[in-house]
């Protein structure tokens, strides 16, 4: 089993509509990582949290420490908003452990 | 927020021969810059944690001979992938936190697709 577990693998879904993606990991961890990552391979940091919950325009990501689970939400999705999107927790020292990722396509 | 960037962000070479790829962070000092390695439709596996001025240190699996770590400055760190197979074939990425202590951003290079034929 791994360590960061996300759901679902893969999402497709109209524009507009509301977006959930789905984080469990087990083990201990310092921050969780929600990234970003485009059909060319670059990587973007959306958030990174440690409790509670951060926005940042249509994006959302939660995090329940006692349940082990984050989830980042996306309003309003577009076509834009098309990627692989991947968790990953910190375990101290800036050192990754990275989820399977989620590809998520929105259609026009 | 920061920039790190990667060069060359392609590369086709033969097998057997040896392979640079550099990872600079254009706007803050790096004193710790990782390296992964994605193939296709798989997540990044980490590969090592370079430290500037000291040695790398590898995850369990990862040739420290075959993949060579270069932490000179705290704006450059190297790897070089030396006698490259077809097997290594991959996408390799790099990444930095802008500070040097837990929750911080981390920000990734663009990465270097690597192709060995």
């Known amino acids: 089993k791994n360590e960061v577990e996300q759901s679902p693998q893969n999402l497709t879904a109209q524009e507009g509509e509301f977006i959930t993606i789905n984080c469990s990991y087990s083990?201990?961890?310092?921050?969780l990582h929600w990234l970003q990552q485009h059909p060319g391979g670059g990587i973007v940091s959306l958030f990174m949290?440690?409790?509670g919950k951060k926005k940042h325009g249509r994006l959302i990501a939660t995090i329940n420490i006692q349940e082990k689970h984050s989830s980042l939400h996306i309003t309003a999705s577009h076509p834009r908003d098309s990627a692989v999107y991947i968790c990953?927790?910190?375990?101290?020292?800036?050192?990754?452990?990275f989820g399977q990722g989620t590809r998520l396509t929105i259609n026009p | 927020g920061a920039v790190v960037s990667q060069h060359p962000s392609w590369v086709i070479c033969k097998s057997g021969t040896s392979v640079k790829i550099e990872c600079r962070s254009l706007?803050?000092?790096?004193?710790?810059m990782f390296w992964y390695r994605q193939f296709p439709k798989q997540s990044l596996m980490l590969m090592a944690t370079?430290?500037?001025?000291?040695?790398?240190?590898?995850e369990q699996g990862v040739e420290k001979d075959k993949f060579l770590i270069n932490h000179a400055s705290l704006t450059l760190s190297t790897l070089t992938v030396t006698s490259a197979h077809p097997e290594d074939s991959s996408f390799y990425i790099c990444s930095s936190a802008s500070g040097g202590g837990y929750y911080n951003e981390q920000f990734f290079g663009p990465g270097t697709r690597l192709t060995v034929l």
């Open positions: 083990v201990g961890i310092s921050a």
């Open positions: 706007d803050f000092q790096a004193t710790t």
């Open positions: 949290l440690s409790s």
């Open positions: 370079s430290n500037e001025g000291s040695k790398a240190t590898y």
């Open positions: 990953a927790v910190e375990q101290g020292a800036q050192k990754l452990v």
